[in-house]
């Protein structure tokens, strides 16, 4: 049975994630009778859809403290911290934290990180091989919908923040700025554990997705894109296009289901923190919070 492991930033050392339907995953990807459930039904939308409104239902209340117990989840940090605060799953799953549970990294010129996840971090893509997994790539130009605006990006960076079901839910912005539209891109419903990354090639642009263009006061213009996950019952978007937002100000949620946030910078923008690079280049995820600085602005640079 395949092992995550990833690294937790504040100690610096090697933890096994706890993996929610840790048994389903193993067999719907890696067994030919899961393998044929997955292409016939559990990717495609009216599975998640179904799944995720059965989380808007009043009984769905009855596992939260299950879930909770099972992945260890410190409800100290949520405004409502019992379960029976609640009306359903779904009310639960995207929770609101108290004011101080996450800081926001004030550092002058420092990108935070817009959720709470496992980051891989990338610098100097190749914008028609950016790594999925080791061995596994995909164009970014299929992942936008628009060659013209992925060729702006060739030689930049790429931070990806993978969200577990355990994880808070709720995404934010990396820096001040004032974001555009998003553009939805229709897609499939696959998982975005690394268990499914590693079998199946460029989930992120079979996936469905929400793309924004963020016009950040430090790095320019970042492409901000939020993935659809197995189970996820919608994206919400809950900011304003064409408002100034505040680091770390709310841009939206996912409902239930690991998720996936993804950045893209301009090429010499910004310096990525070296120990997401490093455990990156040793293959590791680095576990961090929303807030928590991913790098610094490069002076002198050109936006």
Sequence with gaps: MMEIYYIDRKTGKKQKEKVAGHRFLQWIYHTNVGDSLLEMIVKRKIFSSIYGKLQDLPFSKKKIWAFIEELDIDMAEAERESAEDYRHFNDFFARKLKKDARPIC??????????????????????????????????????????????????????????????????????????????????????????????????????????????????????????GATCVGSIVQTYRAGEKVEKGQ???????????????LKPDTIAVDQDLLQNTREGFETKVNMGERLGKVIQHRQL
């Design 106 to 227: 004030r550092d002058e010129g420092s990108l935070v990180s817009p959720a709470d996840g496992r980051v891989l971090a990338y610098e100097q893509i190749d914008i028609d091989r950016v790594v999925q997994i080791k061995n596994l790539h995909y164009r970014l130009e299929d992942l936008l919908g628009d060659r013209e605006l992925a060729m702006t990006y060739q030689g930049g960076t790429c931070i990806v923040i993978r969200l577990c079901p355990a994880d808070y839910h709720r995404f934010h912005f990396p820096d001040s700025g004032v974001p555009g539209p998003y553009k939805g891109m229709k897609g499939q419903y696959y998982s975005v554990n690394p268990i499914a990354l590693k079998k199946i090639p460029e989930i992120y642009i079979r996936n469905k997705r929400e793309i924004t263009l963020f016009v950040s006061d430090h790095f320019g213009q970042i492409v901000m894109i939020e993935v």
């Design 250 to 264: 709310e841009k939206g949620y996912f409902k239930f289901g690991g998720s996936t946030v993804i950045l893209f």
